[in-house]
């Protein structure tokens, strides 16, 4: 049968979540195992073919901005796993400079406007990186993704009128995990289909199977399109599934087991897999060569890190100010 | 005495109040069936149900919004912020509606309200995560601060506030602190607002501080005890209003002082009690009055500069020390 994407999208979204999610198990590791990192930690993990199918929907220069769940969205714009890792590392060499940390990714020259930690805050940002792309009358359209949680804060309300109001070149992404810390969707709201938020705004909106490397990519597509035409922004509702907890110290007693292994059984990588084998885009030998080859990048970006130096500590007071002719109120 | 952490002296003074009065309910997100996201609340819901153990989604806005409007119809909530850092959503509703609902309703409408939560810093959180927030709210008038640095000073002074104060309260916790264990009497006791314990006597400098940075203080105080240098260590406990009496009482004795705190610099508790030290007891001072506070700068990730940011033992005994220049 044959495959609506071609074999080199596949393979591409195969090499892509892999990295993402032996980059995540990795820093994991290193986070419990070794206490290299420190602070907030918020996997990726299952969460994978959202990354992959917006990658394939889009143009490198579209902005994109999250939350603080991010390490796979700098991954997949671009950014070197080994500034990821040595960010995590808190070390000079990070994408932030070891400013930021887990939660706050960054990366403007691959268009990764980050890595936000106050939940919701990047609907409106990102409305903002919307608004100067039309101002600048440039062709880019902004991905801004939030989750579930955050779809029940009030700027979400505030920012869709204004890109209606605006037809902003937007895309407003919410990765449905079904959980926002240890509360589920139906526990947060009358509404549960939260695409329908869009409704009271006339929106256009889409549900989409967010473990779906393909039916992600044909909803951003469309999504993009109609943006970049002038017609305005999107709302799409992913439903996805995070197999990690909230952060590395959830005890998950909100959500069975049996829960974590059904959508495991749906694992958007093994998806990609089977479908790389059926159609003999590549032999089981050249898949494992991939991984062998992302191994190598992830256990070289730990090296990385732990070879990097620690920013030094005039940086406390660096990067507050553009303006260098401050003096800081130092006792 | 029984030893208890702070979590559960929290906890205490929260079901304690909720047994004696049907109006007092808490809300915030995760309270109830998550027992809380630092555990704080940990059984509430099991004992007094969803009516009053109320999780919220997250829209702090919204939520807080509901508890001010509450507490105007004769209820008196407390409201949960995960940290304090989130509480900055609902800012509009607590400096433009709750601290001037007596003022604009000519004393017709008061909003005695709690809020309260995880403030500061909490290890590397980076740069949203680790605001310390009294001065901030302390500057608001219409809205009393309070700012506990263990469990029992916590649940005497949350007591208070939830049963006996008619004013909001913003009470200022700090997640690296819910585990610590301290004496709590089993015996039912309340702690006023604005009253300064002096933690340690002292002849030769006053070092004031309040929540974790008393521990700095405390330590510090260790430090100079072995070189030979007593100093008071005061803990202000409540922020607003400020006990200066007490400060300016000890500063009649030591002459000299040094603030500890987690606040930036600009305008910051320190820069008040400055002011009002100077100007009360300007004939007391033998050295300009010192302090040690954050960096002027959002707090980064990496650990080194984390640690810079925030006042350290080693730092505070250093400008003891400079204060000390006259008896050298
Ligand atoms: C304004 C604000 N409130 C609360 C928090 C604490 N917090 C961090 S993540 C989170 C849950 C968010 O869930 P969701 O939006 O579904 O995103 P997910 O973690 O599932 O990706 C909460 C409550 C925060 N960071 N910011
Ligand atoms: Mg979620």
New interface residues.
């Given amino acids: 049968m044959p495959t609506k994407f071609s074999k080199e999208t596949y393979l591409y979204w195969y090499e892509l979540m892999q990295l993402i999610r032996q980059f995540e198990l990795k820093a994991e590791e290193m986070y419990k195992m070794a206490g290299k990192i420190?602070?907030?930690f918020h996997a990726y993990v299952g969460q994978e073919a959202i990354a992959a199918g917006c990658m394939t929907a889009t143009q490198h220069e579209d902005p994109f901005i999250t939350g603080y769940r991010d390490h796979g969205w700098a991954l997949a714009k671009g950014t070197p796993p080994n500034a990821c890792m040595a960010e995590l590392y808190?070390?000079?060499t990070g994408c932030?400079k070891?400013?930021?940390?887990?939660?706050?990714f960054f990366d403007v020259s691959n268009h990764f406007y980050g890595g936000?930690?106050?939940?919701?805050a990047q609907i409106g940002t990102g409305t903002g990186l919307a608004f100067a792309e039309q101002y600048k009358g440039t062709n880019n359209v902004v991905l801004c993704f939030f989750g579930d949680?955050?779809a029940?804060?009030?700027i979400l309300h505030e920012s869709f009128n204004l890109a209606m109001l605006w037809k902003l070149p937007i895309v407003y992404i919410c990765e449905n995990n079904n959980y926002?810390?240890?509360?589920s969707v139906e526990?947060?709201?009358n509404v549960i289909d939260i695409y329908k938020l869009a409704d009271a705004y006339e929106m256009p909106a889409d549900m989409i199977d967010g473990m779906t490397a393909e039916a992600v990519h044909d909803g951003v597509a469309r999504a993009v399109k109609r943006a970049r035409e002038g017609g305005g922004p999107t709302l799409i509702e992913m439903k996805t599934y995070r197999y990690k907890g909230h952060s590395i110290s959830d005890p998950q007693?909100?959500r069975s087991k049996e829960e974590v292994e059904e959508y495991k059984s749906q694992d958007p990588i093994q998806k990609v897999l089977h479908t790389i084998l059926e159609n003999n885009f590549a032999t089981q030998a050249d898949l494992d060569a991939i991984d062998a080859k992302i191994a190598g990048i992830v256990e070289e970006s730990v090296k990385f890190a732990e070879e990097s130096p620690?920013?030094d500590?005039s940086?406390?007071?660096k990067d507050?100010y553009v303006d260098q002719t401050i003096v800081?109120?130092?006792? | 005495m029984r030893t208890i952490a702070f979590r559960e002296a929290l906890r205490e003074a929260m079901s304690e109040e909720m047994r004696r009065d049907e109006r007092v309910f808490l809300m915030g997100?995760?309270v109830a069936?998550?027992n809380g996201?630092y555990k704080v609340s940990q059984g509430m819901l099991a004992e007094f149900g969803p009516k009053r153990v109320i999780?919220t989604?997250?829209?702090?806005?919204?939520f807080t919004a509901v508890g001010v409007g509450a507490a105007q119809n004769g209820l008196r909530p407390i409201v949960e912020f995960m940290t304090w850092?989130?509480a900055?959503?609902a800012l509009d509703q607590i400096l433009n509606t709750a601290s001037k609902m007596l003022a604009m309703s000519g004393g017709q409408i008061s909003c005695p309200i709690v809020f309260r939560g995880g403030n500061g810093s909490a290890?590397?959180?980076?740069?949203?995560?680790s605001t310390a927030f009294e001065s901030l709210y302390a500057n608001i008038p219409g809205i009393k601060v309070v700012s506990p640095s263990n469990p029992y000073d916590a649940k005497g002074l949350l007591k208070q506030a939830i049963r006996y104060e008619e004013d909001p309260v913003m009470f200022m916790e700090s997640e690296v602190l819910y585990g610590e264990k301290g004496e709590v009497p089993e015996d039912e006791y309340y702690i006023p607002l604005g009253k300064a314990d002096v933690k340690k006597q002292g002849r030769d400098v006053t070092i004031v501080s309040f929540n974790k940075m008393m521990k700095v203080a405390l330590s510090a105080a260790a430090e100079l005890e072995k070189e030979g240098v007593s100093a008071e260590v005061i803990d202000l406990r409540t922020i607003k209003p400020l006990d200066w009496h007490t400060i300016l009482e000890s500063v009649k004795k030591t002459n000299r002082l040094v603030i500890v705190e987690e606040q930036w610099?600009?305008a910051s508790i320190s820069s008040e009690i400055t002011y009002r030290i100077q100007k009360e007891g300007f004939d007391y001072l033998d050295a300009p009055i010192?302090?040690?506070?954050s960096?002027?700068?959002?707090m980064?990730?990496?650990?080194?500069?984390a640690a810079?940011?925030i006042p350290d033992v080693a730092r505070t005994v250093k400008?003891v020390k400079d204060v000390m220049y006259t008896k050298k």
């Fill in positions: 420190r602070g907030f808190g070390k000079a932030a070891g400013k930021g940390g887990s939660m706050h936000h930690g106050i939940v919701g949680g955050a029940r804060q009030g926002a810390m240890g509360t526990r947060t709201s007693k909100y620690w920013p500590d940086e406390v007071l507050v800081f109120d130092e006792d | 997100e995760e069936e998550y996201a999780d989604p997250i829209a702090e806005l919204g850092n989130f900055v959503l290890g590397q959180l980076g740069a949203q995560h610099p600009f010192r302090r040690i506070t960096a002027d700068a959002p980064h990730y990496a650990p080194n500069l810079l940011a400008l």
